[in-house]
């Protein structure tokens, strides 16, 4: 019995080890996009200060923008953020509304709204897509346009739409999805600067419980709902310390599938989207790293912090739970079949840097993370680990977690400061501190669950809901 326990107490000591090792090294990759991510957005906003971006379309041009929107049971925002769409600064663009077969009446209120009647156009690709049923556009908005295709996913009506699309660049983007004015103008700025780029990703802000006007963002608050407010906070970690970081290192492996720009032609060469995962906007990104990297082309794929896409998220345990599932199977999908670019030098810093990191980390991580806490939790009830192990674990687990989304804030302040509310702040700061005892665990546990879900070969997005914009009053048509 004594060898026994003896046997067990060195597994414990051995994993307790392995999960410090496992915080070490993640806290290391955080903390350093975050330090770039720091010099690259100070760099950045003492940029722009000096950017008219009126004069800048005026000297360079900018290149007409489609946009492809999938929408798939909708009709709760398809309306207001299409207005957005149509309100956009920009001199030359389209707006292209794919409904993926809804069951909803998104269809019906969009050919309403914007009165819409049937028009001829012709596809100038071949991506895989379900078959196209009719084209629609609008009466008074020549620039809208209406696809109704039977359901394939959204990776598929994205095929879809870009089959239609004319323009050198397209904005892949989610229906419920609100730009601001200025987003596509500034998010077009990298292909301006550098004909080489491929893809632009912007930054994503949640929208519960703002108030939209006409497609607009009107007034910004924090979502009274505890679970929004916390992806708020995930939100500004994940962009501002995180992405920034990754694209001031050249390594953007992400682009969300919520706000994105992409050289058309480029998205056709590689095959377009991927409708066999439900990670198809990473998919895309990574395939247009393999390809450009073996062909040994010039590229460059970039995240823009300011351009802003305002989207709702989950208020409930349960749709949460979902979308974090989905997630991670797609990061799992994504990465398995690229898996010949890990640790490959043939494929650079994306090879090398990266991908071990999403792989390890982000993709492998959390199956050491969660069950790290448990045997840390026993190892000193058992009183099998030192006072510098319990210190050390505690501020690799958790007290730099909370710096970091500390720090997050404080980014968002001195940059954009979205939230002029010194209550907000507050708020941010406090959530800051109290989501890693018990709200980080939780998205822990369905990264796991996603991933045994990967395993399994769920199919899928599963059902997602709605509440709707906060609309003024004031609203017009």
């Not at 703002?210 to 009274?224: A, D, N, Q």
């Not at 890990?342 to 990191?357: E, S």
């Not at 989501?435 to 990967?454: C, D, K, P």
Request: charged residues 20%; contains cysteine; proline residues 4%.
């Amino acid at each position: 019995m004594t060898v026994l326990i003896r046997i067990i107490q060195i597994i414990l000591e051995s994993f307790n080890y392995l999960v410090l090792f496992y915080f070490l090294a993640l806290n290391f990759f955080y903390l350093t996009t975050t330090i770039f991510a720091f010099f690259a957005l100070r760099t950045y906003a003492r940029r722009m200060k000096a950017v008219d971006l009126n004069a800048l379309i005026a000297k360079a041009g900018v290149p007409p923008v489609t946009l492809l929107a999938p929408a798939y049971n909708e009709e709760a925002t398809c309306i207001e953020s299409t207005k957005a769409l149509l309100a956009l600064n920009y001199p030359e663009y389209e707006v292209i509304i794919i409904n993926d077969g809804s069951k909803d009446s998104t269809l019906e209120v969009l050919i309403e709204a914007f009165d819409m009647e049937p028009a001829q156009r012709s596809a100038l690709s071949k991506l895989k897509s379900a078959k196209v049923r009719g084209v629609y556009r609008s009466k008074y908005q020549p620039n809208l346009w209406l696809l109704d295709k039977e359901n394939g996913g959204k990776a598929d009506a994205l095929n879809g739409g870009v089959n239609f699309c004319s323009t050198p660049l397209f904005c892949a983007m989610d229906a419920d999805t609100l730009l601001e004015r200025d987003a596509l103008i500034r998010i077009v700025r990298p292909f301006l600067e550098d004909a080489s780029t491929l893809a632009a990703g912007g930054i994503i802000r949640i929208v519960n419980d703002c108030t939209i006007r006409s497609g607009s963002v009107e007034e910004i608050r924090l979502p009274r709902n505890l679970l929004a407010k916390y992806q708020v906070l995930e939100y500004l970690r994940a962009f501002l310390s995180g992405r920034m970081g990754w694209s001031a290192l050249k390594s953007t492996l992400i682009i969300s599938g919520a706000f994105g720009v992409f050289k058309r032609s480029a998205v056709v060469d590689v095959g377009g989207y991927a409708t066999d995962t439900v990670g198809e906007d990473m998919e895309l990104v990574v395939k247009l790293h393999r390809h450009f990297l073996e062909n040994k082309i010039p590229y460059n794929i970039s995240f823009v912090p300011d351009p802003v896409a305002w989207t709702e998220c989950p208020e409930s345990i349960k749709i949460l739970g979902r979308q974090r599932d989905r997630w991670q199977r797609g990061l799992f999908e994504v990465l398995t079949r690229h898996r010949v670019m890990f640790m490959n030098p043939r494929y650079g810093r994306i090879g090398l840097v990266a991908f071990p990191y999403f792989y390890l980390l982000e993709m492998l991580g959390p199956a050491i993370e969660l069950p790290g806490y448990f045997v840390f939790l026993i190892s000193v009830i058992w009183g099998t680990v030192s006072t510098s192990y319990i210190i050390a674990f505690f501020m690799a687990a958790f007290m730099f977690g909370v710096a970091l989304s500390i720090f997050s804030v404080a980014l968002e302040e001195m940059t954009f400061r979205r939230y002029p509310r010194f209550t907000d702040l507050l708020k941010l700061f406090m959530l800051a501190i109290i989501e890693n005892f018990g709200y980080r665990q939780l998205t822990i546990y369905w990264r796991i669950h996603g991933f045994i879900s990967a395993l399994r070969k769920v199919e899928g997005w599963g059902k997602m809901e709605r509440k709707g914009f906060v609309t003024s009053p004031k609203g017009g048509k």
